[in-house]
């Protein structure tokens, strides 16, 4: 059983703070890995992929991945109102996605 | 920006029903995908389907569900004999290629069995 693990939250941050979100996964062999944004009844939107141990930046945006410890981070710098979703972290294996229950992201003026 | 459309964005059906949910992906992609999400729940894969047939699919993706693509643009899936428990959200997805890329979803269809 391939798991994909977030912690639920809700995680909340004053604006222009750093959020951080966290993901753990159970399939060693997983090779890429994506962030998605998630507003409340609407589809996930793709922020950010991530296939190579390091950092990876774009924009106010950064993606962590670490392969031996088997954990993909988001970071959200300046975070704005606008921001507040819930991201989902998923798992590309195969030919499907494995997504995380998701962590709820309020950003607070 | 090219779209994966949906529709309907909400459909209500008696359970014992049969239900449609439509899709037009985006023209020029191959690989199509059906996912759900359970209110409160994580995304769950459904089927991925390529060149007219089934490429994967998951546990949820039992006799009650099929796909199919009845014309060049769109990619249905539907559920025969609804059970309340089938009430979700639905998002359709395509992608260019196979493998490690990410998909454009649909907006998605609420599926309400009442």
């Known amino acids: 059983q391939k798991e994909v693990e977030q912690n639920s939250g809700p995680l909340s941050v004053p604006e222009g703070a750093i959020a951080s979100l966290n993901c753990t996964y159970s399939d060693r062999g997983s090779q890429s890995f994506f962030w998605y944004r998630q507003y409340s009844g609407k589809s996930p939107e793709l922020i950010m992929f991530i296939y190579s141990n390091g950092d990876k930046e774009d924009g106010r945006f950064t993606a962590q991945l670490n392969k031996a410890s088997q954990y993909v981070s988001l970071l959200i710098r300046d975070s704005q109102p606008s921001d507040s979703a819930t991201y989902l972290c998923?798992?590309?294996?195969?030919?499907?996605?494995?997504f995380g229950t998701g962590t709820s992201l309020t950003v607070i003026p | 920006e090219p779209e994966v459309t949906q529709t309907p964005s909400h459909q209500v059906t008696q359970m014992g029903q049969e239900v449609i949910l439509r899709c037009v992906p985006i023209s020029n992609h191959l690989y199509f995908y059906w996912y759900r999400q359970i209110l409160g729940q994580k995304v769950e894969f459904l089927v991925s389907f390529y060149n007219n047939e089934i490429s994967e699919k998951s546990e949820i993706f039992d006799d009650q569900f099929s796909v199919e693509r009845p014309d060049g643009s769109n990619f249905t899936l539907k559920i025969r004999s609804t059970k309340l428990e089938d009430s979700a959200m639905y998002f359709c997805a395509s992608s260019e290629v196979m493998g490690d890329r990410a998909y454009t979803f649909g907006s998605g269809t609420r599926l309400t069995v009442v």
């Open positions: 998923a798992v590309h294996t195969g030919n499907q996605f494995y």
